[in-house]
């Protein structure tokens, strides 16, 4: 049987899981602050009905807060007192640590809280671009706090599963350490290679032999700036670790490529040698992964 | 009327450049040391004739030299006691300043040489991944020694055109500058973080929540390990200045990251702002640089 669903924030995220979840037979409360976007998303199929107060969105079999991380506090908060026993709440934001915590501090018992985060996105934010299968085939990290409702992690992961999602279930902690290393970093990257390039004074002027390296390298940097400012914020720890790695990382390979012999003494040197296996040893690592990655996606 | 193009070295770039010249209505020799590649090149189309030694392919208007950057200097030694009076020489290897100096030494004056570089590839390296297409709206460098022979000089930024690209002439020291910035110091950076995360003993943990952001920014680790060998040892001061002033934005950005405030004080917090409006100059900045690309690459 169908599930009432209620999406609070009808955003890329929130939208395209309203297109998956009404394709798989749930009924959709869709809530947005702006009165235009809960029409665009009946519309688009993205809703069944759409809500402008919170009060209209609470009687549901789930509530999924679909908002920024930082705006996610206050919306439980304004929530808190509506919610009906036996209510599951979930969320889809990018780390969990502090949403974990805030839900403990201010959602009530008999709403029991299970986080969530599918591994999904687009650099193009709102509901314009939502895509109900944005989440096929994606890894959707299913976070029960401690002694969490089996009950409520189930029908959570039960929705993950009906998005066309992989559920993946993961501890607060370990989901945020993993997100600064495979995630969080390459955006922080991305968005440093862009100051160091794009950014800089005489740009135009290299810009006519760019390529699509450059491109596919700094993409990320075109993410929406409050996402990310708001990762920062919430997983600080783990990313300044991951980041004080990546500069040592840097600093070492800098100092490799600082020792080359000229290329003409080339032949047979530690350093070119250390180098080209590093090269190598990358590569096979890389297109290992991205193979192995492959014959896991593929259709069961 | 048609040119006698040699392109000695059968790879992506030789063979990509032999079908689009021969569907400009060039005739294409090609060289290569290996006779299954030659016999493949001219199954494909990517040759009118398949040569296996230097002599047989010296009777051309344009010699192409398509290896890596490294093996070009023997190469040139080879070929140099072959050359005719009149035969203009370029090569397309990925940087300038070494090939035209070994050029000066070691080519003689009846066959002028003016060095290329299209700025076009794949990770998938060789003649089977070749298509008369790769050029197409893409820069070609042409990169003129100093005192070159004017008619050369066209000779070699016709071909460039009649590859699809769009040729512009550089001096080889800007020319190497240009991509350190552009190119190998994405290229680097791909590698560091493919290096940092994908090859740490512990990814196999983290690799369930990995998604395409950290796939697209390392994606140039799975590059030719041997052409980037080459690109380190031939452009390595340009490269150490740019990967010294990477791995200072690194540590400026680690350090604002540092000082961020908990997520509860974060509203009117300096660092805050500070690292929201870092995030959206520079997706600004990316998203005009990647808007005004589209519009020169509009065909005219």
């Known amino acids: ?17 309203g297109l998956a979840w009404r394709a798989a037979g749930h009924t959709v409360v869709g809530y947005a602050r702006r009165p235009a976007t809960g029409r665009r998303a009946l519309e688009m199929g993205a809703a069944d009905e759409a809500v402008a107060t919170l009060a209209q969105a609470t009687d549901a079999d789930v509530v999924v807060l679909a908002l920024p991380v930082l705006a996610i506090r206050q919306l439980m908060r304004d929530l808190s007192p509506l919610l009906r026993p036996g209510t599951v709440v979930t969320d889809v934001a990018s780390t969990k640590r502090h949403v974990e915590r805030w839900a403990r501090q201010l959602l009530p018992p008999h709403a029991p809280f299970v986080g969530g985060h599918p591994m999904a996105g687009k650099e193009t934010a709102g509901i314009e671009h939502a895509d109900g299968s944005l989440f096929r085939g994606r890894t959707w990290c299913i976070v029960p706090p401690e002694g969490a409702d089996a009950a409520a992690v189930e029908r959570v992961t039960r929705l993950a599963r009906e998005a066309g999602a992989r559920p993946l279930q993961i501890g607060a902690a370990d989901h945020d350490r993993a997100v600064a290393v495979t ?3 390459s955006f922080m990257t991305s968005v440093t ?17 760019a390529g699509t390296g450059l491109r596919d390298t700094t993409r990320l940097a075109s993410g929406d700036p409050l996402m990310h400012r708001d990762i920062c914020l919430t997983n600080r720890d783990f990313l300044v670790h991951e980041l004080e790695t990546f500069g040592a990382r840097v600093a070492e390979v800098t100092d490799l490529i600082r020792r080359l012999p000229d290329p003409e003494a080339a032949p047979g040197d530690p350093a070119v040698d250390r180098l080209e296996r590093l090269f190598a040893e990358l590569k096979t690592a890389r297109d290992a992964w991205l193979e192995g990655r492959l014959l896991e996606q593929r259709p069961e």
Chains 1, 2 share one sequence.
Do not use: N, T, Y
């Open 193 to 209: 290679l862009c100051q160091a390039v794009v950014a800089r004074e005489d740009f135009r002027r290299v810009a006519p032999v």
């Open 183 to 185: 995630s969080h970093l």
């Open 1 to 17: 049987m169908g599930l009432r669903v209620a999406i609070l924030g009808l955003g890329l995220i929130g939208g395209s899981a």
